[in-house]
């Protein structure tokens, strides 16, 4: 049954015999960004494909190999999948991407076309998905204030493969930077995957800060002028917003806390440090999160009541002038019976003592009501 599955998986990762590296004839279309070799933490030119570059780095026995991907298909990536003996469960999470942010440890699986050699044969494979995000504010109207991707990296003994889902999220500066510091690259790709780790989480504090001033600018519109004014629409919005910017980093805890302190063969102690850094960056976003929360909570339920007590307000005015109005009122409904007999009816001064009797009881209620604060 074994060798049955192994010659399954044989031909689902068949290598084909296509040259790669000649663009019109390549399988892998536009979705390889970069692929670049690095020895000793300094870049090395790479004229050839993935094959080549990988071929290189065990043949010297040092160095690893990075490869940039962009929303690969599976049959981009079943050629990546088949020259670092990706496992298949690993593989379909990458490229179907909607994962949950997660580290997972895999075996390299059969068949490797160019296998490794003594102890790195067993470091296995670190499967790791975190969420992009990136603030794009009100640029897009009211629809959207945290934009999401996903990237996936596969962190091997000498290779580095990223997968981005995404309009964002791009490693090219973080490569340009990594470049610049020889030393930590020459630490191999535990190192990449600690830049990359630390890259996401600083977007994560990035757009935490961001979304402070729109929680502030809630507060201000609803403390600061009249509640009416106050948008419910964006609160509501923004709490929306720090529910999907909690699914990015509320997962992403734990993992994160496992590579600082567990004993992974992929991370070495020298890197365990970086990642406790990072853990606590983590933690911190987290806090922000919860904060906002409750605060964009109480900022609603205050914005409610405001609206209530304006509302109740607004009764009692209403309330009061119908009060003066039905003295008027009432007196008028009164002369206006068809009777012979009525008092004052012929008298001369009838008309004026009426009048002012009804301006008299209109000012004396109102008088009354200002003094209660309902008018």
């Known amino acids: 049954m074994i060798r049955r599955l192994r010659r399954a998986m044989r031909r689902a990762y068949r290598r084909p015999t296509v040259d790669l590296s000649h663009p019109a004839r390549s399988p892998l279309g536009s979705s390889v960004v970069n692929c670049v070799v690095y020895e000793d933490g300094v870049r090395?030119?790479?004229?050839?494909?993935?094959?080549?570059?990988?071929?290189?780095?065990?043949?010297?026995?040092?160095?690893?190999v990075?490869?940039?991907?962009?929303?690969?298909?599976?049959?981009?990536?079943?050629?990546?999948?088949?020259?670092?003996?990706?496992?298949?469960?690993?593989?379909?999470?990458?490229?179907?991407?909607?994962?949950?942010?997660k580290v997972q440890r895999y075996e390299l699986t059969e068949p490797a076309e160019y296998p490794l050699e003594g102890g790195r044969a067993g470091a296995g494979v670190l499967f790791t998905v975190l969420k992009t995000c990136r603030y794009v504010g009100h640029e897009r109207g009211t629809s959207e204030i945290v934009d999401t991707g996903e990237l996936m990296v596969f962190t091997g003994p000498d290779f580095v493969i990223t997968v981005r889902?995404?309009?964002?999220?791009?490693?090219?500066?973080?490569?340009?930077?990594l470049e610049e510091r020889p030393e930590r690259l020459a630490k191999g790709p535990a190192a990449v995957l600690h830049a990359i780790a630390d890259h996401v989480v600083d977007d994560y504090l990035a757009v935490a800060d961001a979304v402070q001033d729109d929680v502030d600018d809630a507060e201000n519109a609803v403390f600061g002028g009249h509640p009416r004014q106050a948008d419910v629409g964006q609160i509501h919005l923004l709490k929306r917003e720090l529910l999907e910017l909690r699914r990015a980093v509320g997962p992403l805890e734990r993992p994160i806390r496992a590579l600082a302190s567990s004993p992974l063969p992929s991370v070495g102690p020298q890197i365990r440090p970086y990642f406790r850094d990072v853990a606590d960056h983590v933690a911190r976003v987290n806090d922000q999160i919860g904060?906002?929360?409750?605060?964009?909570?109480?900022?609603?339920?205050?914005?409610?009541?405001?609206?209530?007590?304006?509302?109740?307000?607004?009764?009692?005015?209403?309330?009061?002038?119908?009060a003066i109005v039905a003295v008027p009122t009432m007196v008028c409904g009164v002369y206006g019976m068809n009777f012979d007999h009525m008092p004052e009816l012929r008298w001369t001064y009838g008309y004026p003592l009426v009048i002012g009797v009804m301006v008299t009881a209109c000012a004396l209620i109102h008088r009354s009501f200002r003094r209660n604060g309902w008018l």
């Open 44 to 64: 090395r030119p790479c004229t050839g494909d993935a094959h080549d570059a990988l071929r290189e780095v065990r043949k010297q026995g040092r160095g690893f």
């Open 66 to 101: 990075w490869i940039g991907l962009h929303e690969p298909t599976h049959a981009e990536f079943a050629v990546f999948a088949a020259l670092f003996g990706l496992h298949p469960l690993a593989v379909e999470d990458a490229v179907q991407a909607h994962q949950r942010p």
């Open 165 to 177: 889902h995404g309009r964002h999220g791009s490693l090219g500066p973080l490569r340009e930077a």
């Open 291 to 322: 904060t906002y929360d409750s605060l964009l909570d109480s900022i609603l339920q205050a914005h409610l009541a405001q609206v209530t007590v304006a509302q109740n307000e607004d009764m009692r005015k209403i309330t009061a002038w119908a």
